[in-house]
């Protein structure tokens, strides 16, 4: 990884961390399909540039209570904010099984604005 901690448009520090060794790498692996993983796996659209973006998006209607329900969870909060529009689906096992259907919904787990991991999610 080139970078210790790398600091998004709209705030989302991201750095070490995870069992990837950094919190880029855990949410790149969100931008691509794992269809042998158990269970479902959430997908972004458009690849990884892109699903910072998506997050970016989230977090900044997250900031303003809009489309968003809000859990806190010790020093975590974890946001479920729909945008409204397609931008991913479910894969893993469970989604390819399911035809990988699409998802509005990323779910965004923060410490403060530290990205601890976020991924599309179905609504509930």
Avoid at 97 to 123: D, K, M
């Amino acid at each position: 990884m080139l970078f210790r901690s790398f600091l998004s448009p709209a705030g989302l520090l991201y750095g070490p961390g995870s069992a990837e060794g950094h919190r880029l790498e855990h949410v790149r692996r969100h931008a691509a399909d794992l269809p042998s993983r158990p269970g479902p796996h959430g997908v972004f659209d458009g690849g990884f540039l892109a699903s910072l973006k998506t997050i970016d998006d989230a977090w900044k209607l997250a900031k303003q209570s809009v489309q968003t329900k809000k859990e806190v969870d010790g020093r975590r909060t974890i946001y479920k904010v729909d945008l409204q529009r397609k931008i991913g689906f479910v894969g893993g096992r469970t989604g390819n099984s399911r035809g990988q259907p699409p998802v509005t919904v990323v779910l965004l787990v923060l410490e403060g604005n530290r990205v601890i991991t976020a991924y599309p999610v179905e609504s509930q």
